[in-house]
C-alpha cells in the first residue's frame, strides 16, 4: 500500500537492481539486472477505539432506558480498495440492528429496565458480538465481545385509573372526605407523594401525602357555597 520503490514515474511495487559479478575481487564486466515485484496481502480490518483491549476481553456500554442508540463503530484497513462491512451476532443480536455501512449500532426497541428481553438470566445485560470484515474474496475479519449495559431512569409517577390524571368525585355536602387518590409508576421502588398543585379552589382541599386521602379543609353547603 505505500511502496517506496524509484526511478519510475510511479511507484509500482517493482523493485529493480543491477548485480556485477566479481572474480577475486575483479569485475569481469558481467550484469544481471533483477525485478522484484511486491505481491499484494490481504489485511485484516481492525475495530478503532479499542486497542487496548485485551484479547478475549469484553467492551461495556452503558446507556439508559428508553434510549434506542447504543454506539458508532469505525474500523479501518490497510487495503485502500477494501470496502468494510460491519455486522453483529451473539445471543442478543436480535434485539439490535446494526448499519452495515456506517456501524451505527442501536435497539431496534428502546430497551424497558423493567422488563428486560435479554437471554436468560435476564439483567439488563445484553451480549453481543460486533465484527467488521473487508471486500476481499477471502475475507477477513476483526470482532469484539460487546456487554450492552442498560442503566434504570426516574420515570414520573401517574395517577390511577386515568394516565392523564383527570378524575371526577361526588361529594355529598356538609361532608369532607373526598375519596382516595391512587398512583404507580414503572420504577421498581414505587415511593412518591401525593400534593395539591397551587390553582383554583386548591385552598379548599387537603391531601395526605402518604396515602393520597384526598378531603375539603372544610364541609362544603350546597345551598350556601356554590363552586
Keep these: 500500500e505505500i511502496p517506496i520503490d524509484e526511478y519510475k514515474p510511479k ?21 544481471l539486472e533483477i525485478t ?13 477505539d479499542f486497542q487496548s483491549l485485551e484479547e478475549n476481553e469484553t467492551l ?33 443480536s ?4 446494526i448499519n452495515s455501512e456506517n456501524g451505527v449500532l442501536e435497539f431496534k426497541d428502546p430497551p424497558d429496565y ?3 428481553l435479554d437471554e436468560i438470566p435476564s439483567d439488563n445485560l445484553y451480549q453481543l458480538t460486533v465484527s467488521v470484515g473487508d471486500s476481499h474474496p ?49 420504577d421498581e421502588d414505587g415511593n412518591f407523594t401525593f400534593a395539591i398543585l397551587p390553582g383554583k379552589n386548591a385552598d379548599l382541599f387537603t391531601v395526605d401525602p402518604f396515602t393520597g386521602e384526598l378531603s375539603l379543609i372544610q364541609p362544603l353547603d350546597y345551598e350556601q357555597d356554590p363552586t
Design 11 to 31: 511507484k509500482d511495487n517493482q523493485y529493480r537492481a543491477v548485480l556485477e559479478v566479481f572474480e577475486a575481487g575483479i569485475a569481469i564486466d558481467q550484469f
Design 36 to 48: 522484484i515485484n511486491v505481491m499484494d496481502v490481504n489485511d485484516p480490518p481492525e475495530l478503532l
Design 60 to 92: 461495556t456500554l452503558e446507556i439508559q432506558e428508553n434510549e434506542d442508540s447504543v454506539f458508532v463503530f469505525s474500523a479501518r484497513d490497510d487495503d485502500l480498495v477494501d470496502e468494510l462491512s460491519y455486522s453483529i451476532s451473539g445471543p442478543d
Design 94 to 97: 436480535k434485539l439490535f440492528l
Design 114 to 116: 423493567e422488563f428486560p
Design 138 to 186: 477471502q475475507p477477513l475479519f476483526d470482532s469484539l465481545s460487546l456487554t450492552v449495559k442498560v442503566k434504570d431512569q426516574n420515570e414520573p409517577p401517574y395517577l390511577l385509573p386515568s394516565p392523564n390524571g383527570e378524575f371526577v368525585f361526588v361529594v355529598s355536602e356538609n361532608e369532607t372526605f373526598v375519596g382516595l387518590v391512587s398512583a404507580d409508576e414503572d
